[in-house]
């Protein structure tokens, strides 16, 4: 049975929630009373219309008796960007820090206080709205971890637009294709940044999507907008004397300061129903195409506020630091919306932890006394190969609460992280959540929960987690099943963007009545929850979510290729990597130029984070008679594990033989 760790004094002493039995008595509550329970949060809001009594909640869970929905305070009007930037102002958090800006070098940061930023979120706002850009109207986002991000993410928020963010290290394919899915009016994005010593030039990926979008899809974007960002920041590497050859500039093309020039600072906010979309963001889906999951406002605000406030304990003067990228869900709901909607002051960073050297998050946190430091597994397993000495050459006493996100923390990484970075006084808060769930629905709290390492921990307030077997039969006590929510919490996402069919099919149609995470949990003897990842056909690298299919699919455009299944095979530092089979055509040949191909086509179909680790000749693939591909005899040959269980229903058994001969050495 794995150690209990009890918050420490050090973070008990300063908690709002102080005792594990406050955190269950609240929890008791927000269940029983949903409307008093976020009612006190919703009325620190303004509220152009306050919602009427009655309204406050309305859903249907349950495929077999109709159409899904989730409406939260219904009729009542807001603007969370108007929450965010003006109330703040108005409440005298003008002066303050919104964000400590960090650049990809140390020479390079800034600081914006609340209200420059609603200055600069006015203009740009203004800006988007002398460009035609209006409510429900789509902007598509392949930016940096600048400032301009933000302030795009906001402006939208302010007008109504959506935005949709694609991380900016997509390949121009799949910013293509989400680009036109969502029908974008406007692209925005920045001239390059550098990651480390390597430059990326963001303005050609791009081009070249609009291009595709265009050419491949039939969809136009007459307005790209451009933040000159090179040209400000220290070249960590080699550049042009002139940046602007390293890209070509369209008709379509504007310069973000050219666009914002003599913009007012005024701009009334466009007043929103609560059930209208906030954002879209597209998350990888088992089959094919990515969805658009959608957030609307009411209820997305109150929970990104109420996460952020009882997750991190974020106090008055604390500084609050998550390193996630904004083209994440975890840089949307807690770089941006959250921290603001909390009036806090957070640093933003643009670089990686391993650049000028592997102990600059540390460094960071001591530069500015970071008392929340919340960053993914991957990077913890990343950092911890370096030795102990790059974190101890560093104070930080300032930390209070680590947070960990995006896939399951070993209990090595967790211990690590705990004894080394938090010096073994800090909580660590395990957060499992999703892209749909809009804030952490599983998770321990600083100061009232106790924590074992790997386990996620409890509910969120709201949040009634349930773990169903093979049959959707109920496990009560310890066990281990599908993960399920049976009621909503203000954060779920509403739809996919254009598709309720997929929302319903993808997410409520297995177990009706329940909204199905795809992934598997145990409950232990204790009551804690521990999220035993996918079990769906996705796998999770380096906490970026893709599904095999997505991968075998490009792996299969390869004219050589025949056919391809891909599993996920365990990585010390990515948690999982990408393990592919493929056979090939009569005539093709299994060599290193064909392995060098099939990696090439992956990073340019969907992006660099997808290149796979393996690529495997299989003569023959191991399927069931009905042709169904047995990834489970895969994941074992990817293993090198012979011990591969019942075979009775394979076709063909002769082909594992030939699979296990065929291993890379
Ligand atoms: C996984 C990221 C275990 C899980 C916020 C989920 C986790 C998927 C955790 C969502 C965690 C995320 N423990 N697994 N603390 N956090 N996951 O949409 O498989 O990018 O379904 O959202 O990541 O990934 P997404």
Known sequence: MSRVYQPSDHVVEKSRLSSFDKYKEMHKKSLEDPETFWSEIANEFHWQTPYQPGNFLSYNFDVNKGDIFVKWLEGSVTNICFNLLDRNVRNGHGEKIAYYWEGNH???YSRITYRKLMDLVCQFANALRDSG???????SIYMPMILETVVCMLACARIGAVHSIVFAGFSSDSLAERLSDCKAKVLVTADGAWRGEKLL???????????????????????????AHLNRVTACGKLPD?????????????????????????????????????????????????????????????????????????????????????????????????????????????????????????????????????????????????GDD????????????????????????????????????????????????????????????????????????????????????????????????????????????GDHE?????????????????DGARRDEDGFLWVTG????????????????????????????????????????????????????????????????????????IGAFAAPDVIQYAPGLPKTRSGKIMRRILRKVALGDTDIGDTSTLADPAVVDDLFKNRPK
């Open 133 to 139: 850009v209006g409510k429900g109207d789509r902007v």
């Open 390 to 497: 790059y974190v101890k050459r560093h104070n930080m006493k300032s930390l209070r609460v680590l947070g960990s996100v995006g896939e399951p923390i070993n209990p090595e990484a967790w211990l690590w992280y705990y004894n080394l970075v938090g010096s073994g006084r800090c909580s660590i808060v395990d957060t499992f959540w999703q892209t749909e769930t809009g804030g952490h629905v599983l998770t321990s709290l600083p100061g009232a929960t106790p924590m074992k390492p790997g386990a996620a921990g409890f509910p969120f307030f709201g949040v009634e987690p349930t773990l169903l077997d093979e049959n959707g039969k109920v496990i009560e006590g310890p066990g281990e099943g599908y993960l399920v929510f049976s009621r909503p919490w203000p954060g779920i996402m509403r739809t996919l963007f």
């Open 242 to 386: 002139d940046v602007k050859t390293l890209y070509k500039w369209h008709d379509r093309d504007i310069w973000w300061h050219d666009l914002v020039e003599g913009q007012s600072n005024i701009c009334p906010p466009e007043w929103m129903d609560a059930e209208d979309p906030l954002f879209m963001l597209y998350t990888s889906g088992s089959t094919g195409k990515p969805k658009g999951v959608l957030h609307t406002t009411a209820g997305y605000l109150l929970y990104a506020t109420a996460t952020f406030r009882y997750v991190f304990d974020y106090q008055e003067k604390d500084i609050y630091w998550c390193t996630a990228d904004v083209g994440w869900i975890t840089g949307h709901t807690y770089v941006v919306y959250a921290p603001l909607a909390n009036a806090a002051t957070s640093v933003m960073f643009e670089g990686t932890p391993f650049f000028p050297d592997n102990d600059r998050y540390w460094s960071l946190v001591d530069k500015y006394n970071v008392t929340q430091f919340y960053t993914a597994p991957t990077a913890i397993r990343a950092l911890t190969k370096f």
């Open 502 to 518: 997929r929302y319903q099919k993808v997410y409520f149609s297995k177990f009706p009545g329940y909204y199905c995470t795809g």
């Open 201 to 227: 030039i963001l303005k050609n990926v791009c081009d070249e999507a609009l291009e595709k979008a265009k050419t491949k899809y039939n969809h136009s974007v007459d307005l790209c907008i451009v933040v």
């Open 106 to 108: 140390p020479d390079d």
């Open 534 to 605: 996918r079990i769906d056909d996705m796998l999770n690298v380096s906490g970026h979510l893709m599904s095999t299919s997505e991968v075998e699919s490009v792996l299969t455009e390869e004219p050589r290729v025949s056919e391809a299944a891909v599993v996920s095979k365990p990585h010390p530092i990515k948690g999982e990597s990408l393990y592919c089979f493929v056979s090939l055509n009569d005539g093709a040949k299994f060599d290193a130029s064909l392995v060098d191909a099939l990696k090439k086509l992956v990073r340019s179909r």
